[in-house]
């Protein structure tokens, strides 16, 4: 968006008949204002770095089958299986901070974060549970080899998180999409022991009762499904508890969402 309107702002300027260096500098003080209401380092290099990238593969004069080569990272980086879930984009530092006081985990307990990306989640998770065990699985290899590089940590493996087994993790966290969550959930009850946790963050599961809300901080939260013991879990499946739609407020919200 911001590539877009500066570039729509330089074309208007030259029309108003802007000389191109006032024009330039005009849109890149209006870009390196718009890069400082971002927290986030990598999200002001990719919004400041995109416009001035362009203006110079502009000025160079580069042939135009360049720009489909430009595309290829991003193939390798986000491959087509992946595209069913979500693209690569981090758990912010502080979002599983809440898990500590929220959702203690015994020392050695053993989690995963389905779709590691490179490795925000982990770091996340070993800071929310520094004693918990940290395992992540990633579909694109470049993502993948870069989160091990990045997480000595952890086992990180290159994966389908929907092929590997879940079975013997005590919480399985995602940061998906909201489509993939009614799946997610089934595997979670499939393979998931009583007593284990799907940790969701920003998208609930439709239609099931989170045990926890935990607010994580800008408008996020946390959606924490415990699975129920067999025989429990064997009469919620027809009469599954009702939801109590109601978000965390405020920044250390705690909110217990199931009845
Ligand atoms: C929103 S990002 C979350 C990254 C990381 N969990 C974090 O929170 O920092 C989703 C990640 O899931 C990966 N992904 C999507 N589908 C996947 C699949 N079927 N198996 C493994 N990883 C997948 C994507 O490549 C992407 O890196």
Redesign the pocket.
């Known amino acids: 968006m911001t590539w877009v309107v500066a570039w729509a702002l330089v074309v208007g300027l030259r029309r108003a008949g802007a000389e191109p260096a006032v024009a330039l500098l005009v849109v890149a003080a209006l870009v390196g204002f718009v890069v400082t209401r971002f927290e986030e380092r990598w999200r002001r290099v990719l919004i400041a770095a995109g416009f001035v990238f362009s203006g110079i593969a502009l000025e160079l004069d580069v042939p135009s089958w360049i720009w489909a080569l430009a595309a290829l990272p991003l193939l390798l980086a ?1 491959p087509l ?2 595209w ?8 912010p530092r502080h979002a599983l901070q809440p898990l500590a006081a929220g959702l203690p985990l015994p020392a050695g307990a053993r989690v995963l ?10 770091q ?1 998770l070993r800071r929310a549970g520094p004693q918990v065990q940290v395992h ?5 290899a470049p ?1 993948a080899w870069l989160c091990r590089r990045r997480c000595r940590f952890a086992q990180v493996q290159r ?4 092929a590997q087994a879940w079975g013997g993790f005590e919480l399985v ?4 999409r909201p489509e993939s969550m009614p799946r997610a959930y089934a595997k979670a009850r499939a393979e998931l022991a009583p007593g284990a946790w799907l940790l969701s ?1 920003e998208f609930e599961v439709p239609g099931v009762a989170p045990e926890l809300c935990l607010s994580a901080g800008r408008e996020r939260t946390l959606w924490a499904y415990r699975m129920p013991e067999r025989a429990q879990a064997a009469l919620n499946v027809a009469a599954e508890v009702p939801i109590v739609r109601q978000r965390p407020r405020g920044r250390d919200a705690r909110v217990c969402c199931k009845s």
């Open positions: 986000y299986r992946a069913a879930d979500a693209p690569f984009f981090p758990t974060d389905a779709g590691c990306g490179i490795g925000h989640g982990l996340a992540g699985i990633e579909w694109s993502l994966g389908d998180m929907w966290y995602l940061f998906q963050l």
